[in-house]
């Protein structure tokens, strides 16, 4: 079990917007702004997409926008596109002694 | 640009150990802290601990306390992840990623992943 908890799979047709959530704790997604979001496309390694709960590195198109509240973070993806299809990973800092960095479980992301 | 680059994929037997190298380059080594994530297959991703090359201070998820040791030698940029006392549940990819900080902390660039087998 993931400390962060996402939905499993979300769905959206090209041109839609679809949101991730991410639900932690006040430990951790609730006490810092160290939220960050990750894309993996299969077999390959995972792409850092918003750090800092909102920014985006970068190169990284401003289709994607993060945000929190309380103890939930969301990732937005507006006009999907077809490479959007992708497994997201949610990411915080905690001040748990035994983790230092918490992720979630992924969402996996279909494109219709 | 920021590389990291892996060692190749390794097959171990249970109650073995693993080595695995992260060459970086690209920025200045000493000027980050690496940190090492796994992801067994079909599963998500773990963190597993951090090394600072420049105060040589690692900090390590209490799940692989006692397996796990982190290093580094700043010389080569390169920076290792041993675990010992493998067993089939150690199966998984394991990515060294580099750590920046700015208002928080996050993994900017990611290796390309290095397989390891556990199987008798």
């Known amino acids: 079990q993931s400390a962060l908890t996402q939905p499993a799979s979300v769905s959206g047709s090209p041109g839609q917007s679809i949101t991730i959530s991410c639900t932690g704790t006040s430990s951790d997604v609730g006490f810092y702004n160290s939220v960050s979001w990750y894309q993996q496309h299969p077999g390959k390694a995972p792409k850092l997409l918003i750090f800092d709960v909102g920014d985006r590195p970068s190169g990284i198109s401003s289709r994607f926008s993060g945000s929190k509240s309380a103890n939930t973070a969301s990732l937005t993806i507006s006009g999907l596109q077809p490479e959007d299809e992708a497994n997201y990973y949610c990411?915080?800092?905690?001040?748990?002694?035994?983790?230092?960095?918490?992720f979630g479980g992924g969402t996996r992301l279909t494109v219709l | 640009q920021v590389q990291l680059v892996q060692s190749g994929a390794e097959v171990k037997k249970p109650g073995a150990s693993v080595k695995v190298s992260c060459q970086a380059s690209g920025y200045s080594f000493t000027s980050y802290d690496i940190s090492w994530v796994r992801q067994a297959t079909g599963q998500g991703l773990e963190w597993m601990g951090w090394m600072n090359p420049n105060i040589v201070s690692t900090g390590y998820a209490q799940k692989f306390q006692g397996r796990v040791t982190m290093t580094m030698d700043t010389s080569i940029g390169t920076a290792y992840m041993e675990l010992s006392s493998l067993r089939s549940e150690d199966t998984a990819v394991y990515y060294c990623?580099?750590?920046?900080?700015?208002?928080?902390?996050?993994?900017?660039?990611w290796g390309q992943g290095s397989l390891v087998t556990v199987s008798s």
């Open positions: 990623v580099r750590r920046r900080c700015s208002r928080g902390c996050y993994l900017d660039y």
């Open positions: 990411s915080s800092y905690t001040t748990s002694n035994a983790l230092h960095v918490v």
